[in-house]
């Protein structure tokens, strides 16, 4: 067989198989259930001034102070595991040490 007719026959079996493919593919997009897409609307509230947001955020603030302190922690921090800082040596960090770090800057 010459290599020229040969080519041609190749041309035609790939066109034949894409198109079956295709074929396939088409009807399955349309056979599928369609999603449909709700849009809501986003009702904005009341707005406030920035007075009333600082106002607010302060006493999220006041809130969370009085329910999450120090005095909460039942035991010394003890760094364990493969953490960054695991590897520290166990034993526990003072408030004095942190707050004279921060002060020294």
Known sequence: MKPQAFK?????AVKEAIQE???EILLEAVKSPKQT???QKIVEGPSMSSS???AAYQNIMGDMRAQFTSQNVS???NPQGVM???DLPSGE???NQIMGLLNNK
Do not use: A, C, D, H
């Open 8 to 12: 041609t026959l190749i041309k035609e």
């Open 21 to 23: 493919e295709l074929k």
């Open 37 to 39: 897409v709700v849009e």
């Open 52 to 54: 009333e947001k600082r």
């Open 75 to 77: 035991q010394p921090f």
């Open 84 to 86: 960054p800082g695991g």
């Open 93 to 95: 960090v003072n408030m």
